[in-house]
Every structure is written in structure tokens, then in C-alpha cells.
T-cell receptor, first 115, second 110 residues
Framework: DVKVTQSSRYLVKRTGEKVFLECVQD?????MFWYRQDPGLGLRLIYF???????EKGDIPEGYSVSREKKERFSLILESASTNQTSMYLC??????????????FGPGTRLTVL | EDKVVQSPLSLVVHEGDTVTLNCSYE??????LLWYKQEKKAPTFLFML????IEKKSGRLSSILDKKELFSILNITATQTGDSAIYLC??????????FGAGTTVTVRA
């Protein structure tokens, strides 16, 4: 089974703090993704990475940065957390397709509250 | 602008009913459409659709894609309380980027 893990299930931070959310996958997947999920808005893509040290902006990258120094690890960074970044954060990964049936696998999510 | 629009946003049914969930989309470089089920945790994969008119089935769930009209439906027959969840539709582009709809919250009452 593919395993995607995230460093914390729940996190509470203060406005202005620097926040690191870690995601690790154990299936040697090339592509990794960070989403946030808010009620009524669905999942929105923040950043994704298709290889080590490579990153691409998603739909809502403002206020976030990412780091992919190793293939298995994709970090999401909030340089200066703000209350509007309170959300559920989901990490996902996928192997570059050889077969059409492959799909993204999600981690359990990190519920971040910024006070 | 919304790339993926799901309807209805929510619905309540009784056990045994059939539900139909809708997903319309608009993307430039379409690769596939995916359906996920999300309970109180991360989304779990249900179906991937790449070709028009071919129905995919898994037990009481089925789904079909219309690439000409740019929509998909997810059907759940003989609903059970365990089907209560948020159902997410996502469209994948050729670079593997996924765009999600807002989801449909299904509540099945005993």
C-alpha cells in the first residue's frame, strides 16, 4: 500500500509564526502536491513538484513556499502565518504514469489553526 | 473562474434511495476525471474516467463521462448510511495538476 504521511494531524500557531508542514511518501513517487481544503471551496492546489528541487505554483500559492530536497519529502512553508491560512492541508503524491489507472494518493491531512 | 462545478452542493436521502451527483468542467488539456469519497479523513479514490460513454462500476456506485458535453455523473444506488460523505470530483490535466470541485455532501438517513 502506498503510504503518504504528514508530520502533524493538528497544529495551532500564532499569527506571524513560521510554520513547516512535512509530507513523506514511501513509494518513490515523482509528483507531490499540497492542497488546502475549506468548506464550500473544495480542495485548492497550492504548489506541486514533479521532481527533486522542482516546484510549480498551483492556484493559490500566495503566502506559501515549498521545498523538495529529497524525492520522498515535500515541505510546505508558511513564512508568516496569518489567520486566513487556518485550514485543512492535504498532501498527495503520484508516480509519473506508466498506466492510466494510477492516481493520486492522499495523506491524512493537517488541520492548522492560526490564532 | 471555476474549472470544476459540482451539483448539488448537498442532499439528504433515505436508505435505499438512488442519488445522482453531477460534475461539469472546463479545462484546456484534459487527461482524466476522478471521483473521490471523503469521510472524516483524506479523500479516497473511487473512479478514474478517461473515455466518453464507458461506465465504470464498483458495487452500488457507477460513473460515466461525457467529454463532448464536459460533464460526469456519479450514481449511488440502494444507498446506505455508510455512503454519507463528501463526494469530490476532480479534473486532471496533462501535467498531472488536479482541480477539484467544491464537493457534494451526501447524508443518508436510516
Amino acid at each position: 500500500d502506498v503510504k503518504v504521511t504528514q508530520s502533524s494531524r493538528y497544529l495551532v500557531k500564532r499569527t506571524g509564526e513560521k510554520v513547516f508542514l512535512e509530507c513523506v511518501q514511501d513509494m518513490d513517487h515523482e509528483n507531490m502536491f499540497w492542497y488546502r481544503q475549506d468548506p464550500g471551496l473544495g480542495l485548492r492546489l497550492i504548489y506541486f513538484s514533479y521532481d527533486v528541487k522542482m516546484k510549480e505554483k498551483g492556484d493559490i500559492p500566495e503566502g506559501y513556499s515549498v521545498s523538495r530536497e529529497k524525492k520522498e519529502r515535500f515541505s510546505l512553508i508558511l513564512e508568516s502565518a496569518s489567520t486566513n491560512q487556518t485550514s485543512m492541508y492535504l498532501c498527495a503524491s503520484i508516480q509519473v504514469r506508466a498506466r492510466a489507472t494510477d492516481t493520486q494518493y492522499f495523506g491524512p491531512g493537517t488541520r492548522l489553526t492560526v490564532l | 473562474e471555476d474549472k470544476v462545478v459540482q451539483s448539488p452542493l448537498s442532499l439528504v436521502v433515505h436508505e435505499g434511495d438512488t442519488v445522482t451527483l453531477n460534475c461539469s468542467y472546463e479545462v484546456t488539456n484534459f487527461r482524466s476525471l476522478l471521483w473521490y469519497k471523503q469521510e472524516k479523513k483524506a479523500p479516497t479514490f473511487l473512479f478514474m474516467l478517461t473515455s466518453s460513454g464507458i461506465e465504470k462500476k464498483s458495487g452500488r456506485l457507477s460513473s460515466i463521462l461525457d467529454k463532448k458535453e464536459l460533464f460526469s455523473i456519479l450514481n449511488i444506488t440502494a444507498t446506505q448510511t455508510g455512503d454519507s460523505a463528501i463526494y469530490l470530483c476532480a479534473v486532471e490535466e496533462v501535467d498531472y495538476k488536479l482541480s477539484f470541485g467544491a464537493g457534494t455532501t451526501v447524508t443518508v438517513r436510516a
